[in-house]
């Protein structure tokens, strides 16, 4: 018998271990294919329709708008908001509600011994019923931990606020993405049709001239010289079509376009320098008191300042403030439902042998969030100075290849003349044209550089490209708030 009892209980034990096994089982296709599914008719869901070409201000509205990066920031926001409400609670008092139903086995009898003769003084006597109801509400109130939840919350809603600067560094982020691809876009468009159409035309030429050597027509060196020209040509070409034709698809994604949309851009006439006519000293200013960054080290210092305050109210006693309902349906009680209350001291006396090192390790976390903010001071100064010389090089960058380009336009103008009057071959023609597009291509990747500079240079300061508060949410909004912007920087 006792080895079927120590049989069974092994039976037990597998059984048990067995149970507490945990496995994980692999993700199937299907759902993923499911998920896949979902993502791609979540991603782009609920997002107005483009009409007519886009413009620089609407691309990045689209971007502010739609592109995930955003979303997730303001979803990030969203939750801080609701953590600070949640860290409010902390600062209640604790309220505790329990009800149950309480038997035993058997009747709960005592009795009593003398101290003196060590006989037995009272027969075996119970006052408590073996089956009960009972039922207790009780609230305590601790003044210290009052104090560390207000400071505790007071943190939260920094950290919240941090979520804002982040959110704002993301959008000053997202559009000087969205404008540098967008004028790479804008050159792509404008070259990309001039591109293949010289393209077309080499390969005609190459066509042509592998006939003729095929029919040993003319000097074979010559013909092959002029076949690596033409290849040579191509080959320039081809780098900068892919060059350019990346540009739309960086740029959709970055708006939040499907990738395969067919979309135009809003050309504008001429190129249209900007100048900027600010005041540098009063732009340092703004940008020392403005940077997402540097804000986001100020609420930083208030957070470990605030840490230090919380290990010194550590050092206090503690007050504690009790208030409590009870039920009992034990029918030996003379009252079945009672409160009670009570004040009372508490005090952590290790927390005494701590605190000083946990102050210590607080101030000098304030030390190292001063000593960063100040580093990233110097490295906010750099970055401003940084766009300004990078503004003053690409306007001389850019006027200089506009004159190449105005050269380059006029010198193949004079070359197609001369074509016609049969002057000069096709080769000498393609030669110039080649190089009439790429100082072109020059001439509008070097404004584009131009453009983002400019706007470095303002977003290097802190200026904000969206006031706080808009009247409303919609694209059109959203990209007339960003030309305002704009043009008062310019003003």
Not at 266 to 280: N, R, S, T
């Amino acid at each position: 018998m006792n080895k079927t009892h120590k049989l069974f209980a092994a039976s037990l034990l597998t059984l048990a271990i067995g149970g507490c096994a945990v496995t994980s089982e692999p993700i199937d296709r299907s759902a993923s294919e499911a998920r896949a599914r979902t993502d791609l008719a979540t991603i782009f869901k609920d997002q107005e329709a483009l009409s007519g070409p886009l413009t620089l201000h609407q691309a990045m509205a689209r971007a502010v708008k739609y592109n995930l990066e955003a979303r997730l920031k303001v979803m990030e926001e969203a939750l801080a908001k609701r953590q600070v409400d949640l860290s409010s609670f902390d600062m209640l008092p604790r309220m505790a509600l329990a009800a149950g139903y309480a038997g035993r086995s058997n009747v709960g009898a005592s009795s009593s011994q003398s101290i003196l003769t060590n006989t037995q003084s009272l027969e075996p006597s119970t006052s408590q019923d073996r089956n009960r109801d009972v039922a207790d509400l009780t609230m305590v109130w601790n003044v210290l931990d009052f104090g560390v939840s207000y400071v505790s919350a007071k943190q939260q809603a920094d950290q919240r606020l941090i979520l804002q600067e982040r959110k704002r560094k993301v959008i000053h982020t997202i559009t000087q993405d969205v404008r540098s691809a967008y004028w790479r876009a804008v050159a792509a468009q404008r070259l990309l049709n001039q591109i293949d159409t010289l393209m077309g035309r080499i390969d005609q030429a190459r066509d042509n001239s592998q006939r003729m050597s095929a029919e040993r027509v003319g000097d074979p060196v010559q013909t092959l010289s002029y076949q690596r020209a033409l290849i040579e040509a191509t080959r320039q070409l081809e780098q900068q079509r892919r060059a350019l034709s990346l540009a739309k698809t960086e740029l959709a994604a970055l708006v939040n376009l499907p990738l395969n949309t067919d979309f135009s851009l809003a050309l504008e006439e001429g190129y249209a320098v900007p100048v900027f006519k600010g005041d540098f000293a009063q732009l340092e200013q703004q940008a020392l008191a403005s940077r997402p960054e540097l804000r986001e080290q100020d609420y930083q210092a208030r957070i470990s300042a605030a840490e230090t305050r919380k290990a010194m109210l550590r050092l206090l006693p503690g007050l504690e403030f009790s208030l409590g309902g009870h039920y009992d349906s034990n029918s030996f009680l003379t009252n079945q439902s009672w409160a009670d209350y009570g004040v009372k001291v508490t005090w952590n006396l290790f927390n005494v042998l701590s605190a000083p090192a946990a102050i210590k390790v607080a101030e000098a976390g304030e030390d190292v969030a001063t000593a960063r903010r100040q580093a990233m001071s110097m490295a906010v100064l750099a970055q401003l100075y940084v766009a300004n010389a990078n503004y003053k090089e690409a306007v001389r960058q850019f006027q200089t290849s506009e004159e190449l380009a105005k050269l380059d336009g006029e010198i193949a103008v004079q070359l197609r003349n001369r074509y016609q009057t049969q002057n000069i071959g096709e080769l000498e023609l393609i030669q110039g044209e080649l190089n009439n597009l790429q100082t072109q291509l020059k001439r509008d990747l070097s404004y584009a550089e131009l453009r983002n500079a400019y706007a470095q240079l303002h977003v290097s300061s802190g200026a904000d490209p969206l006031p706080d508060n808009l009247p409303d949410d919609k694209l059109q909004t959203i990209a007339n708030a960003l030309q305002s912007s704009e043009a008062g920087w310019g003003r």
